[in-house]
């Protein structure tokens, strides 16, 4: 030990100069790298220049090329498009005499549309044109009116730009030709279109006229594929040409029609450039093609299409060319660099190879003891520093022999205890792995040769993960004591749970981490077990008890139709226990009941398919569930029970059962019978009374009549007259009582308020209003009078609504509620009416109208309101509450 100690001083002073110097360096290895270095850096850097100026000098050509082309494609078809527009021009004077003689006889039929004969219009045309021609007269909303040959009804509202040019036209007093186009869809044919506003400017005259087979020949002359060919013949790099219209179609095309190109990306480059109408690229180097996209600028006019005629060429080149250049100007200079490196190699390796060969024989034995071979020697040579050198190294070789086998006999003892544990271990060199226990290769099923030197992260699933998270936490926080942890993953469709324990072992040069892994799978299952039997007990029994509690009559059978359960208030409804139900099946649940075998409506919700047949049971259905009232006579009494059924789910979601609960609801039926009852009396006896007082009055107002024929005083025939006023107001008043009687007097039923819109249509043909209203398949719960709302409302419309001549109805859902919008477009309802107009006896006439509406639909509690704009129609929006609406198909 002590001679260790005072020998240990000098040798780390020998490690501190070593470190200092730096790593030893090979004089063969200087000399040769000098002078390949040297050569090298001559070689590459006349190359690199060279290689440069070759590949930017073709690649400067290619450029040229394609821009020369794009630039001929650009300015040609702009001289197409100049040609095309003269011979459009040909048909200008045939269309504006189209369009002014359907002005004039517009004018001449007092401006009314429908009067206009546009087929003689047609007729009055020279004979070619006759057949060709097609007329539309377009109204302010967009919507073709009047046609001749063409489509009435077609909304041009949504086509975005072109009906703001239409609403320009329309408001302005030129003639407006257009040009030839296809329209927007690419099959049409050729057509050429012109607009003439009318004089009032509520219509546009639209002549359209076919000239598909007009001036083939010239027109021929004037095609994008001549022109395509050309400017192919100019630039062979030049594979293909596609052209495409301002709304992205096909116009012409030179790629093959058997087996055309699909680029997935010309679809959004096309976009792109119309978006900014600037160039787009892409390169396709597995196809060793270029692609351009150029947007080439066409519209010259204010023609309403001549915003659609601009156009974008996707043209296709090949770099086959260019690439072959550029490889073989590579090829070449990658040659001669290697000459030139072999010469330096050459060079570098005679000279070093002269000077160092002593030293060289040294090393060699050095590298056999090295790789392994510790019997081996260092020769001796002539020099005596080899010499010094080569006893030392033959002396070191020994120790190490001797320690060696030290250190295979610790190792022995270590792994026969590793490999023998029954729990997994893991050592790690930080998160990688070194050397894993047969334990842990069963546990994982892995082999150590083939995870060996991996990292922890990427094995074990994700018990891997776990371990290099613990492992960092543990350096971050310098902490050296155990930790565990639990973790669980997926194998097999078995899902295992394991406690996880990291120890950190401090060797000679560092550290390492030994994890203990111990599978706590079937130990877990089994407290799992007992754990969720105990609370299936406790869930069933809390079940049971709520069942037995309940209050209504309430049983339960499976999808045999054997009872399961049967609570207390049914053993109190029927008198049978449940002891005596319990297992009973064949429907002998229904004894107790009805006295008889029959189905009941438990039954019917296992088996819906069986109502069908039994329609006069009068079932119900509310969302899943079953309901139905009967009257039903037990013990000598009646009863009149309500019943809701349904059925049992599992958590997989298959039946397992019928539900049926049973309520005696005859207190309830009674009462309302008592109430039909007296209504009908209170009903009979307003009825007399207002037959017996109308006739009295009726007495009186003729009374009245025969007075004033022979009384002169004109004070006693203002009295008469005040007499008359207050007689009509007795009547009217007593009319009310009547209709607001009828309010309620009957049951509440589902009605479309759309379908009780359009019928009021017939009843008002006279009066010149428009109805509108979109069909719907919403109905409503209402009071049988809810018809006499939508009377009461047009008619206060025609009434009160000063010049109205379109009244409209709409019904749709938001959110919980349900909104039937009524709308006209008349002078509407100042702002401080709004709320005063639902009293009772505002407003003009009798002033009831709209408060027998609100009374009428409070009966189901809808509400209503009017919130219009004063001087442009009024608006009243009805709001169903939930449950008040559904939608029957």
């Not at 792995?433 to 922890?456: P, R, T, Y």
């Not at 209504?679 to 109308?694: A, E, G, P, V």
């Not at 009461?792 to 019904?811: E, K, P």
Request: hydrophobic share 40%; with cysteine.
């Amino acid at each position: 030990m002590k001679e260790a100690d005072s020998l240990s001083p000098s040798g780390d002073k020998a490690q501190e100069e070593e470190k200092t110097k730096g790593p030893a360096i090979s004089y063969r290895n200087v000399l040769g790298g000098v002078i390949f270095a040297a050569l090298f850096i001559s070689v590459l850097f006349a190359t690199t220049i060279s290689y440069t100026n070759t590949d930017a000098y073709l690649q400067h050509e290619f450029t040229r090329q394609v821009n020369g082309s794009e630039e001929y494609l650009s300015s040609s078809t702009l001289y197409i498009h100049r040609g095309l527009k003269l011979w459009d021009s040909t048909y200008d004077r045939v269309m504006q005499e189209v369009a002014e003689k359907t002005a004039e006889s517009y004018i001449e039929h007092g401006r009314n549309a429908s009067a206009v004969n546009l087929s003689a219009i047609a007729a009055s045309l020279p004979e070619p044109y006759q057949s060709r021609i097609r007329i539309d007269l377009i109204n302010q909303s967009g919507i073709v009116e009047y046609s001749y040959r063409g489509e009435t009804g077609l909304d041009f509202s949504e086509w975005g730009v072109f009906f703001q040019d239409l609403t320009r036209i329309r408001e302005g007093s030129e003639f407006v030709p257009d040009r030839v186009v296809v329209g927007f869809n690419s099959s049409a044919p050729l057509t050429k279109y012109a607009y003439l506003p009318t004089d009032d400017h509520a219509y546009v005259i639209e002549p359209a006229l076919l000239v598909g087979d007009d001036q083939v020949p010239e027109r021929h002359n004037l095609s994008y594929l001549s022109l395509i060919s050309r400017v192919k013949e100019n630039n062979n790099d030049l594979i293909d040409i596609a052209i495409y219209n301002s709304m992205r179609h096909l116009v012409i095309s030179t790629f093959p029609k058997d087996n055309p190109l699909v680029f997935p990306w010309t679809k959004q480059n096309i976009k792109d450039v119309l978006n900014d109408t600037s160039t787009r690229e892409r390169w396709d180097n597995a196809n060793h093609t270029y692609f351009r996209y150029v947007y080439l600028k066409i519209a010259e006019d204010n023609a309403p299409s001549s915003r659609y005629m601009d156009l974008i060429a996707e043209m296709v080149y090949s770099t086959d060319r260019v690439e072959k250049q550029q490889q073989s100007n590579l090829f070449l200079h990658i040659i001669l660099a290697l000459i030139a490196l072999i010469l330096v190699i050459c060079i570098g390796y005679v000279i070093s190879s002269r000077l160092t060969r002593p030293i060289q024989e040294i090393l060699d034995d050095i590298d056999q003891i090295s790789s392994g071979d510790l019997s081996h020697t260092i020769r001796r040579s002539s020099h005596v520093e080899l010499n010094r050198i080569a006893d030392a190294v033959n002396m070191m070789i020994r120790h190490i022999q001797s320690n060696l086998q030290e250190i295979k006999n610790s190792e022995s003892k270590y792994f026969g205890l590793f490999h023998a544990s029954a729990h997994a271990i893991l050592i790690l060199e930080g998160t990688r792995v070194v050397n894993i226990n047969k334990a842990a290769e069963d546990l994982f099923q892995v082999q150590e040769s083939a995870i060996s030197g991996s990292d922890v992260r990427s094995l074990f699933h994700e018990v891997g993960p776990v371990i290099a998270n613990m492992i960092d936490r543990a350096d971050r926080n310098n902490q050296n004591q155990c930790q565990e942890e639990f973790s669980s993953y997926l194998t097999g469709g078995e899902e295992k749970y394991l406690s996880i324990r990291l120890t950190r072992v401090m060797i000679s040069n560092g550290q390492i981490n030994q994890v203990q892994i111990q599978d706590l799978t079937e130990q877990r299952r089994a407290f799992l077990a007992f754990a969720e039997q105990e609370a299936l007990r406790n869930a069933y029994a809390e079940l049971q008890k709520i069942f037995e509690l309940l209050p209504d009559p309430t049983f339960i059978i499976n999808t045999e139709g054997a009872v399961i359960l049967w609570n207390k208030a049914m053993e109190s409804l029927t008198g049978v226990s449940a002891e005596e139900m319990m297992g009973k099946d064949q429907h002998e649940y229904a004894i107790p009941v009805y006295g008889t075998r029959k189905k009941m409506l438990i039954d019917y919700a296992l088996h819906p398919e069986d109502i069908i047949h039994e329609e006069h049971l009068h079932i119900e259905h509310i969302g899943d569930l079953l309901t139905t009232h009967t009257w039903h006579e037990y013990g000598g009494k009646k009863y009149y029970l309500s019943a809701l059924a349904g059925k049992l789910y599992d958590q997989k979601g298959e039946v397992i059962g019928a539900i049926e609960s049973i309520r005696d609801i005859t207190h309830v039926r009674k009462t309302q019978d008592a109430l039909y009852i007296a209504n009908r009396k209170i009903n009979l006896l307003s009825k007399i009374s207002r037959h017996d007082i109308l006739n009295q009055v009726t007495i009186l107002s003729g009374l009245v009549y025969l007075l004033a024929m022979d009384i002169q005083n004109p004070v006693l025939k203002d009295m008469l007259g005040r007499m008359k006023n207050v007689i009509h107001v007795i009547q009217a008043q007593i009319n009310f009582s009547k209709e607001y009687q009828e309010i309620g007097s009957s049951e509440a039923i589902w009605v479309n308020p759309v379908n009780l819109f359009l019928k009021q249509e017939a009843l008002f043909s006279g009066t010149g209003i428009t109805f509108q209203a979109l069909l719907s398949e919403i109905v409503i719960f209402a009071d049988p009078l809810f018809e006499k709302v939508i009377y009461n409302l047009i008619d206060n419309s025609i009434r009160h609504g000063i010049h109205a001549s379109c009244i409209s109805l709409s019904v749709r859902i938001i959110g919980e509620f349900a909104e039937i919008t009524y709308e006209d477009d008349g002078t509407g309802i100042a702002p401080e009416e709004k709320t005063r107009i639902f009293d009772q006896n505002y407003g003009k006439n009798t002033g009831n109208g709209l408060f027998l509406i609100r009374e009428i639909l409070s009966i189901t509690e809808i509400t209503i309101e009017e919130n219009g704009v004063y001087g442009k129609g009024a608006r009243f929006v009805l709001t169903i509450p939930p449950g008040g609406f559904q939608i029957k198909k």
